[in-house]
């Protein structure tokens, strides 16, 4: 199975201020088709996931453009320029690769 | 609008059956992968199934043999039929899908499985 691990996993943060949750696989997650399977996914309290992130760097629909993605092979980074009050929750990195499919275990962005 | 919604969840003893069901709207699930994953409670996210839009279904190690997914594309619907339940199933169950292999477009608001007796 393929380990994903997060760093760090809380990360205090000033409102406005930059944040950045690293990612790391046990193995490459690039597809034998070319594409790196490599989502972000967050978790605001009470709610359910919701993507961000997907195929390292592809904002989803909706996704203020304070979100980043970046990375290759097996060193992914989610970056949030300002960080604003609604972003506070968990993050998660999953790798939709190869199965089964598996996620970091999540990275906890509160505010200072 | 795409939406999700499951339910099913509920008390059940170890050992004992459930079927979840996830209604769909604003797409048709015969065209889309569908996945369940779930969350016990205070811990992460863990997948446990998927369908593809073609029919094939894959299961984490955990579920394979106990749990199986299926869909009605009369009704729309996805579910998960859950056997031999264990303690360690409980957790919040979501079904999520999407029309590509990003697979976590979109996500229902998830129902409770607990497995105590």
């Known amino acids: 199975d393929i380990v994903m691990t997060q760093t760090p996993l809380s990360s205090p943060v000033t409102l406005g201020q930059p944040a950045s949750i690293s990612c790391r696989s046990s193995?490459?997650?690039?597809?034998?088709?070319?594409?790196?399977?490599l989502s972000w996914l967050q978790q605001r309290p009470g709610q359910p996931p919701r993507l961000l992130i997907y195929?390292?760097?592809k904002r989803f629909s909706g996704v203020p453009d304070r979100f980043s993605g970046s990375g290759a092979g097996t060193d992914f980074t989610l970056k949030i320029s300002r960080v604003e009050a609604e972003d506070v929750g968990v993050y998660y990195c999953?790798?939709?690769?190869?199965?089964?499919?598996?996620f970091g275990q999540g990275t906890r962005l509160e505010i200072k | 609008e795409v939406q999700l919604v499951e339910s099913g969840g509920g008390l059940v003893q170890p050992g004992g059956s459930l079927r979840l069901s996830c209604a769909a709207s604003?797409?048709?699930?015969?065209?889309?992968?569908m996945t369940w994953v779930r969350q016990a409670p205070g811990k992460g996210l863990e997948w446990v199934s998927v369908?593809?839009?073609?029919?094939?279904?894959y299961y984490a190690d955990s579920v394979k043999g106990r749990f199986t997914v299926s869909r009605d594309n009369s009704k729309n619907t996805l579910y998960l039929q859950m056997s031999s339940l264990r303690v360690e199933d409980t957790a919040v169950y979501y079904c999520?899908?999407?029309?590509?292999?990003?697979?976590?477009?979109?996500w229902g608001q998830g129902t409770l499985v607990t497995v105590s007796s």
């Open positions: 999520a899908t999407a029309p590509g292999w990003s697979l976590f477009d979109y």
């Open positions: 604003g797409f048709t699930v015969s065209s889309n992968y």
């Open positions: 369908i593809y839009s073609g029919g094939s279904t």
């Open positions: 193995q490459s997650l690039v597809h034998s088709d070319g594409n790196t399977y």
């Open positions: 195929k390292i760097s």
């Open positions: 999953t790798q939709v690769t190869q199965f089964p499919i598996t």
